[in-house]
């Protein structure tokens, strides 16, 4: 995944250090117990040739949010990190990648009861042109039900901490073991979740329905789909799915920063309709690909352009 690392470098806690350098203590209290969030941000080559990251405010303010819901005081405005998530980009000269914000706390002490403990702040920023198979994207994945349930968790719902990742973790690992590209998740009352890091949609009838956020993340690009298909005048619901809607669906595909819209057209070995991306899932790609491009001005204020000198 990393490539080229001896030339690259990371922002922490307010400075560039190189990529070698930018290490965290083994006594790290966020190391042990999972105290700490994140985020997961995507940049793109614009037709101009420059980058833009895409919702960078939104990803920015939902790394606050999270942090708040767990008691961590971020010591950096809003306004410091989406410059400094700039920055990254521009100091390692890239034209796209992936941007990792990352909250943790520091090593003065250890156990539940340790207090006082620092806050740190780092950003990571490298090419990632494919989160999986690039054809992926035209010829559709498989994916397998998770023997991994998600379990419902107002904490996790709404953002991405980091020690509530484990039963998705698991649960990719599970899938990918028995031949899949991605698990599916279901929650403790037996519908659908989510993917183990993404979204899921699913289209019947020319209707889009996806999970409620009871028991999923209300991802950015999820946020993003449910606009641009309101706009395209797509009737989308948001309702409790049960895995026969699954089954018996005309199309279905995964959103996320990593995957964007990428079409499901295998369920447990066996085909979802024809077993081919779906005419919405296909329009939705083209309109997506066209926002993050920076070629639909409608969308124009999704985008934060950055010129490299």
Same mark, same amino acid.
């Given at each position: 995944m990393f490539v080229n690392t001896e030339k690259k470098f990371i922002w922490k806690n307010g400075s560039f250090k190189k990529w070698s350098e930018s290490n965290v203590h083994i006594l790290s209290h966020t190391l042990h117990y999972g105290t700490g969030v994140f985020e997961g941000v995507r940049a793109y080559k614009t037709s101009k040739g420059q980058p833009a990251i895409f919702r960078l405010e939104e990803h920015t303010n939902r790394l606050f949010d999270a942090a708040k819901k767990i008691n961590i005081k971020i010591p950096y405005s809003k306004q410091e990190l989406n410059i400094a998530q700039c920055e990254v980009m521009s100091r390692n000269e890239l034209f796209e990648g992936y941007i990792r914000p990352i909250v943790y706390l520091g090593n003065e002490g250890l156990g539940l009861r340790a207090k006082d403990l620092s806050v740190n702040v780092a950003i990571a920023a490298w090419e990632w042109p494919s989160y999986m198979d690039p054809k992926a994207k035209e010829k559709g994945i498989s994916i397998i039900k998770s023997s991994h349930m998600q379990y419902e968790n107002p904490i996790h719902s709404g953002n991405k901490i980091i020690g509530t990742y484990f039963s998705n973790t698991m649960a990719l690992h599970e899938a990918l073991e028995s031949g899949a590209d991605e698990a599916l998740m279901?929650? /403790?009352?037996?519908?659908?979740?989510?993917?183990?890091?993404?979204?899921? +949609?699913?289209?019947?009838?020319?209707?889009?329905?996806? #999970?409620?956020?009871? $028991?999923?993340?209300?991802?950015? =690009?999820? &946020?993003?789909?449910? &606009?641009? %298909?309101?706009?395209?005048?797509? /009737?989308? $619901?948001?309702?409790?799915?049960? +895995?026969?809607?699954?089954? $018996?669906?005309? !199309? %279905?595909? +995964? =959103?996320? =920063? %990593?995957? !964007?819209?990428? #079409?499901?057209? /295998?369920?447990?070995?066996?085909?979802?309709?024809?077993?081919?991306?779906?005419?919405? =899932? /296909?329009?939705? &790609?083209?309109?997506?690909?066209?926002?993050?491009?920076?070629?639909? &001005?409608?969308?124009k204020h999704w985008l934060t352009h950055i010129t490299h000198q």
């Open positions: 279901m929650d /403790k009352n037996g519908f659908i979740s989510e993917g183990s890091g993404e979204n899921i +949609f699913l289209v019947k009838d020319g209707v889009i329905s996806t #999970p409620t956020t009871h $028991n999923c993340l209300n991802g950015i =690009t999820r &946020q993003s789909v449910i &606009q641009i %298909a309101k706009n395209l005048g797509i /009737k989308i $619901n948001e309702v409790d799915l049960k +895995f026969e809607d699954l089954v $018996n669906s005309d !199309e %279905a595909f +995964f =959103t996320g =920063t %990593a995957v !964007e819209i990428t #079409p499901i057209t /295998k369920l447990d070995g066996k085909p979802i309709n024809k077993g081919e991306r779906g005419s919405i =899932t /296909k329009e939705l &790609q083209k309109q997506f690909e066209d926002i993050v491009s920076g070629n639909n &001005q409608t969308y």
